[in-house]
């Protein structure tokens, strides 16, 4: 694949690329064009921290309840 | 009843011990309710300790019983589910893509600053937990698993035993819809408007 990718192509495997779906010559690509195209990087970035805001959502604090039942599992099974 | 080793109890109290967070805050995205969500991990953790033998690969423990937690759900869903599958109006007529990038990142808002860097810092907690959980199973189950857990395609592909294409378009539907759902809180929050306003904040 060459290496001038458009930005349309870029945006359209963008969530691929962050994901770390691609294949390594595709993945070298975008990472190079958004080296040099400030519109794409600011846009991955975007979707990134959007992502790593996503992400902060699973975690929690299992209550106390809960820890007791996983020791009750250890003890009685 | 599986006989299980000293030594392989304190692997599971350990790694129970890493991930049970995790695996409850998965759980309450899941289920969306708290007592719900801890019947589910406490099934799950239980199946875990009972098929631990069995597990070859230590390594493989944390995806192993996120596996076994989806399966949970799905199974107790099942039994449950004499309603018909949710699907919201949002996903019936919510075929066109969405971005919030898109959508907040115009050339009048530019001369002004970072609209998309405050829309991201004024996006609560609570709103995105909210967005994720209102997503119609399919799409949150998928969504979960790619950003929650960083479960490739191919991984989520077998957990759910679906095909990888049905990820991709699963995941893209409920990543368009979650970043729909954000922007209409941002609207209602008066962000939205604020920034197209592009007034005090």
């Known amino acids: ?77 | 009843m599986t006989k299980v080793g000293e030594p392989l109890r304190a692997f599971f109290e350990a790694e129970v011990d890493r991930l049970l967070d995790r695996l409850y805050g998965t759980a309450l995205r899941m289920t969306r309710n708290g007592a719900d969500a801890e019947d589910l991990v406490a099934d799950t953790l239980a199946k875990a300790w009972i098929k631990l033998p069995e597990l070859k690969d230590r390594q493989a423990f944390e995806k192993w019983v996120f596996r076994i937690l989806v399966n949970s759900f799905i199974s107790a869903r099942r039994k449950k589910q004499a309603r018909p599958r949710e699907v919201t109006a949002e996903v019936q007529c919510g075929e066109d893509s969405f971005s919030l990038f898109e959508t907040v990142h115009q050339p009048f808002l530019l001369w002004w600053g970072n609209p998309e860097q405050e829309l991201l810092n004024k996006l609560l907690r609570e709103d995105i937990e909210h967005a994720v959980e209102e997503l119609p199973e399919e799409f949150r189950l998928v969504v979960i698993m790619v950003e929650l857990w960083d479960l490739s395609y191919a991984e989520a592909a077998d957990a759910l035993d679906i095909p990888l294409g049905t990820v991709r378009s699963r995941l893209a539907r409920g990543r368009s819809l979650l970043q729909r759902m954000l922007w209409r809180q941002a609207g209602e929050a008066g962000i939205a408007a604020c920034n197209a306003k592009g007034g005090p904040r």
């Open chain 1, 1 to 77: 694949m060459t290496q001038d990718l458009r930005c349309e192509e870029v945006i359209d495997k963008l969530l691929e690329y962050l994901d770390r779906e691609l294949d390594a010559e595709t993945e070298q690509a975008l990472a190079h064009h958004m080296a040099t195209c400030r519109a794409c990087f600011t846009r991955a970035e975007f979707e990134r921290k959007l992502r790593a805001r996503v992400s902060e959502t699973g975690k929690a604090k299992a209550p106390d309840s809960l820890r007791r039942r996983v020791r009750a599992i250890v003890e009685h099974y």
